[in-house]
């Protein structure tokens, strides 16, 4: 007997597949992959080694930095949030990291900061999201102190982010990369205003460089109707069947006794839970694919197990593979389900997933 327990296949030709489809999608574009929480829950080590044509990394922590260079990975790293403490530039330096800047007091400690080499940095400007990024006022005063502090490298990269790009009609998307290249047009700099949304629908945002996530994993940021073709899902999560009984009509099954059969039917267990990041707010109904169909969740889901109907007529055995997303069962569909979006879905893998590479 050895049984699967929750394990996250990962597709590495599928992630170079979607690679090409984005460069393809936005030509002569350098592209910094963003490799931020693990990877999207993907193995952050693993998906680093298997870009090798990616011009740059983006990630959110200097954690997650390091962790990029201990496993040997050499190429320019971006902290997309900048840095939190002034003692981090000392560690950018010696690591040869970049930062974002999108705030007064970065910039104040960059350039009072006693360093040998000067640092790379990205320039954020806030164009509407309101979030990061410098306001348009500060812009000339900040590019001003930047052009005259020998501890920032020339030239820098001017950047924005996109707040809304995922809605195909919702005007504040061109109303950002109108600002955008109002503030900019006098700057020969590099500029980066495209997360995945913006490769798809803006190709206006595309600039020198794009800064594809979601899309590189093989799953959409639009929404579910729009179909995108192209891509392929890098991670299949799956587990398996760990026990499987016959329950009567009015029987019922899980925690607070909370899904009740009208009818006899077979139940199956599958070994993953909200521990393993299967979200918990998860419906019944939800779809897992089972020897090639879909079975509806059952409910609730536990820490380590869920309950599935398999039906009166099933055949399926203990140890058969359970998919709860990925080929076959696309993410963004589960996302639906549980009132979320595949970026959470992502990310909540947790650390007891086994992350394995696709055969
Ligand atoms: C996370 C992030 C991205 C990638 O976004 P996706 O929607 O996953 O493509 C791009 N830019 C910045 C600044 C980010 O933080």
């Known amino acids: 007997m050895a049984l699967r327990t929750a394990t996250a296949v990962i597709d590495l030709e599928a992630l170079k597949h979607n690679y090409r489809v984005i460069q393809a999608t936005a030509p002569n574009t350098k592209v910094l992959a963003v490799l931020k929480a693990n990877g999207y829950g993907h193995g952050l080590e693993l998906i680093a080694q298997a870009l090798p044509n990616a011009d740059a990394f983006g990630v959110a922590r200097i954690d997650e930095a390091l962790s990029l260079r201990a496993a040997g990975i050499k190429k320019p790293i971006v902290l997309l949030e900048g840095f939190f403490a002034e003692e981090d530039i000392d560690i950018l330096v010696e690591h040869n990291l970049e930062t974002i800047v999108h705030n007064e007091p970065q910039l104040t400690a960059i350039i009072n900061a006693k360093i040998d080499k000067p640092l790379k940095v990205w320039l954020k400007i806030d164009t509407g999201m309101h979030r990061l990024g410098i306001n348009p006022e500060q812009f000339p005063h900040f590019y001003q102190t930047i052009k005259q502090s020998d501890n920032i490298q020339k030239p820098i990269v001017l950047m924005s982010h996109l707040g809304c790009a995922d809605e195909k009609t919702n005007p504040a998307t061109e109303k950002q990369i109108a600002l955008f290249n109002e503030l900019t047009a006098d700057f ?34 639009l929404p579910v109707s729009f179909g995108i073709n192209g891509i392929e899902p890098v991670m299949t999560l799956q587990s398996s069947l760990i026990s499987i009984r016959e329950i009567e009509a009015g029987e019922a099954v899980g925690y607070s006794g909370a899904w009740v059969s009208e009818k006899k039917t077979s139940i199956g267990v599958i070994a993953i839970g909200y521990g393993d990041g299967y979200p918990r707010h998860a419906p019944n109904g939800t779809p897992i694919l089972i020897n090639g169909r879909r079975v509806p969740l059952i409910g609730r889901v536990s820490m380590d197990m869920i309950s599935v109907d398999l039906g009166d007529l099933s055949t399926d055995k203990v140890g058969d593979i359970a998919t709860l997303w990925g080929k076959g069962l696309p993410v963004e569909e589960v996302a639906e389900y549980a009132t979320t979006i595949p970026y959470e879905l992502l990310c909540n893998i947790t650390r007891r997933v086994q992350i394995q590479l696709a055969e």
């Open 188 to 221: 020969s700099q590099e500029k980066s205003l495209a997360n995945s949304a913006g490769i798809l629908l803006w190709p206006d945002s595309h600039y020198q460089w794009v800064r594809p996530g979601l899309l590189m994993y093989g799953v959409s940021p």
